[in-house]
T-cell receptor, first 114, second 111 residues
Framework: DTAVSQTPKYLVTQMGNDKSIKCEQNLGHDTMYWYKQDSKKFLKIMFSYNNKELIINETVPNRFSPKSPDKAHLNLHINSLELGDSAVYFC?????????????FGEGSWLTVV | QKEVEQDPGPLSVPEGAIVSLNCTYSNSAFQYFMWYRQYSRKGPELLMYTYSSGNKEDGRFTAQVDKSSKYISLFIRDSQPSDSATYLCAMGSGGYQKVTFGIGTKLQVIP
């Protein structure tokens, strides 16, 4: 059983399109995240939700909109895609107060904007 | 100055060597420290978690935290080619505060 699963794994799309990445966790965690890993491999947080409530919103263009229908799901919708959005996007989850909020990652979604 | 500094490498060692990976940090509020391993085209996976200063051992891996020096280390004994990956340090202060990652050190263990 995959603990944190995200789809699609690979996505190639044209500039200006709108796309979504879906994420689900079956760990029973109360907090979910979206991270972006750029070409230099730097892993940077974008958003964090706790029990469906937005907790962390880093400086991310408002073309990126997370949606959490319940605490097991956190989807990422991206409008008007730009070349610079090409990166790997990781969904993750943690349980607040458990082992220092240790984060568990999904396998990543490779987004290429052409 | 970045909150977390980590040498990106690459670091190449022969099989069987002892590997030392390190991170320094500037935020004295960090209380818990983690090491993640990331294979190519995979998500980071948690290797070690430690709270506050001290050592923690798990098989061939030892994590060390020195809060007075704001310095953490991961030691890998008897390194294997399967240890070839990028190792990311991560740290946080708990609560709703975000976890901050280092840039990762790419390790290659040569047979």
């Amino acid at each position: 059983d995959t603990a944190v699963s995200q789809t699609p794994k690979y996505l190639v799309t044209q500039m200006g399109n709108d796309k979504s990445i879906k994420c689900e966790q079956n760990l029973g965690h109360d907090t979910m995240y979206w991270y972006k890993q750029d070409s230099k491999k730097f892993l940077k947080i974008m958003f964090s939700y706790n029990n469906k409530e937005l907790i962390i919103n880093e400086t991310v263009p408002n073309r990126f909109s997370p949606k959490s229908p319940d605490k097991a799901h956190l989807n990422l919708h991206i409008n008007s895609l730009e070349l610079g959005d090409s990166a790997v996007y990781f969904c993750a989850s943690s349980q607040r107060g458990q082992s220092g909020n240790t984060i568990y990652f999904g396998e990543g979604s490779w987004l290429t904007v052409v | 100055q970045k909150e977390v500094e980590q040498d990106p490498g690459p670091l190449s060692v022969p099989e069987g060597a002892i590997v030392s990976l390190n991170c320094t940090y500037s935020n004295s509020a960090f209380q818990y420290f983690m090491w993640y391993r990331q294979y190519s085209r995979k998500g980071p996976e948690l290797l070690m978690y430690t709270y506050s200063s001290g050592n923690k051992e798990d098989g061939r891996f030892t994590a060390q935290v020195d809060k007075s020096s704001k310095y953490i280390s991961l030691f890998i004994r008897d390194s294997q080619p399967s240890d070839s990956a990028t190792y990311l340090c991560a740290m946080g202060s708990g609560g709703y505060q975000k976890v901050t990652f280092g840039i990762g050190t790419k390790l290659q263990v040569i047979p």
